[in-house]
């Protein structure tokens, strides 16, 4: 029997996302480098799907149905690179490779480039949702070509995540369209996580709140306007109690966060085209500066922070600066797409990612919706910002926002990514920046020029004599 697709790289991902093709229908045959984990895999999650094991690179390929489709779920980077040149001589033109892995866009392209001339089809296909939603539908964010696309179209379609607005699965756009908008959807990740751990920190350092009332607070939200999966997860872990101790286990866990890149590369990204995407960098940034446990427990000592005792703070405060993060979160991100999409020649349709981020993902939230609603009004307002329901939204929320961060500032806390995420609003609703003055100073020192508010051209001013 052929079967209908393959897939390598059989870490827990690369299984479960094997198991849910086989169960739709479909015969899945897969290999892994180590051949005792694809043994194991069959012979203990294997039940009665279409599942093959392959025990070389050649026995895979000539086990698949042509044209042969390949899922690489290796780790991103030279394995990636690895896998194809060892595949490259058992395959025909008009064969399909899929990397879904958390692939660096540039490379998509790459080998995009390198792959056409050996007329082999290539989709760089962002894959969100986790262990679980490999298994029970994640939201898949492939790109490529259109062609390479409808050869998988049907399986990909059937796997993903289904939501009321259909499965959550899109053909995103050209090139490396789809790991560039995985990329930024983990970006947009990065911050709201970042931002719901900071409105935990001032929970229980100024409220003095436990964490078990913590999380039936987060539990109360996620039925209310801050639904989403990390507000799911977030009350989850909260009552989570260790089987040692009998303690929430998350006041167990060390503080030092670590990160795999996307957050990362999102940022790096959003300087080089100019995209202001504040709370990315300010999160990275905390992921950062929390590794430094030792340096950190100095610092305190030395300097002692002041927690203030909360006088006037509410749990509906917190709950409105939260909710004015999501939003912001997801404004950076769209319109770093929108400007990528103009810059790359991706084609993307801002609508259909916000649709298939509505299920599957890890940052599916309630507020899709209301974007989406927002972005239909006028497919040009990709902040989300310019429309009169986004403003009412934004002004009910900006006291309670401006009276959290001025309280977490008060009492030493560190809150970046929802200063960030304010200082993003407040930079695009301020007519008058001081970056007169900053163009001054360059034309200064650097004769860099300047333009004038009062006529036209291009400006130098010999500040000081040259002589």
């Known amino acids: 029997m052929k079967a209908d697709i393959g897939l390598i790289g059989l870490a827990v991902m690369g299984q479960n996302l094997a198991l849910n093709i086989a169960r739709k229908g479909y015969s899945v045959a897969v290999y892994n480098r180590t051949a005792e984990r694809t043994k194991k895999f069959v012979e203990e999650r294997v039940k009665s799907e279409k599942v093959l094991p392959a025990y070389s690179i050649k026995e895979l390929v000539n086990s698949l149905s042509r044209p042969r489709k390949i ?111 995985k990329m930024v959807h983990n970006g947009i990740e990065y911050s709201i996580m970042q931002a719901i751990a900071e409105v935990y920190d001032i929970m229980r350092k100024v409220m003095k709140l436990s964490s078990e009332k913590i999380g039936e607070i987060f539990e109360r939200w996620n039925r209310e306007e801050l639904a989403s999966f990390l507000m799911e997860i977030s009350y989850k872990i909260m009552s989570w109690k260790d089987e040692e101790t009998g303690k929430p286990l998350v006041e167990l866990i060390l503080d030092k966060a670590e990160q795999k890149g996307t957050g990362k590369w999102s940022t790096q990204v959003a300087l080089d085209l100019g995209v202001p995407a504040f709370s990315f960098g300010a999160s990275v940034f905390a992921r950062a500066v929390s590794y430094y446990k030792e340096e950190r427990q100095k610092m305190a000592e030395l300097y002692k922070p002041n927690m203030k005792t909360a006088e006037n703070i509410a749990v509906e405060d917190l709950k409105k600066t939260l909710s004015l993060a999501y939003f ?76 959290v961060t001025n309280l977490a500032r008060s009492s030493m806390i560190p809150t970046p990514s929802l200063n960030a995420c304010l200082d993003y609003l407040f930079s695009l609703m301020t007519e008058n920046l001081p970056a007169n003055l900053i163009q001054a100073q360059r034309d200064f020192f650097g004769a860099h020029t300047f333009q004038r508010i009062d006529k036209p051209g291009t400006f130098h001013v010999e500040w000081q004599p040259l002589e």
Request: net charge negative.
């Open 71 to 181: 899922i690489l779920m290796v780790k991103a980077g030279q394995a990636v690179d690895d896998m194809i040149s060892e595949l490259l001589p058992y395959l025909e033109k008009g064969d399909l490779l899929i990397d879904g892995g958390n692939s660096h866009f540039a490379d998509t392209d790459r080998r995009l480039s390198e792959l056409a001339k050996e007329g082999i089809l290539y989709l760089g296909m962002g894959v969100s949702g986790g262990e679980y939603g490999a298994l029970h539908g994640p939201s898949l964010m492939p790109g490529g070509t259109r062609e390479a696309y409808s050869l998988v179209e049907k399986i990909l379609v059937e796997i993903a995540a289904k939501t009321e607005d259909g499965p959550c699965c899109t053909y995103v756009g050209d090139g490396s369209a789809g790991h560039f908008v």
């Open 328 to 403: 912001l979160s997801y404004s950076q991100g769209v319109w770093l797409i929108h400007e990528a999409s103009k810059s790359f020649k991706y084609n993307v349709d801002s609508l259909e990612v916000l649709r298939i981020w509505k299920g599957g993902c890890i940052i599916r939230s309630k507020m899709l919706d209301f974007l989406r609603q927002l972005l239909k009004n006028s497919q040009e307002n990709i902040t989300f910002l310019n429309d009169e329901r986004a403003r009412n939204f934004v002004e009910e929320r900006l006291p309670h926002a401006i009276k």
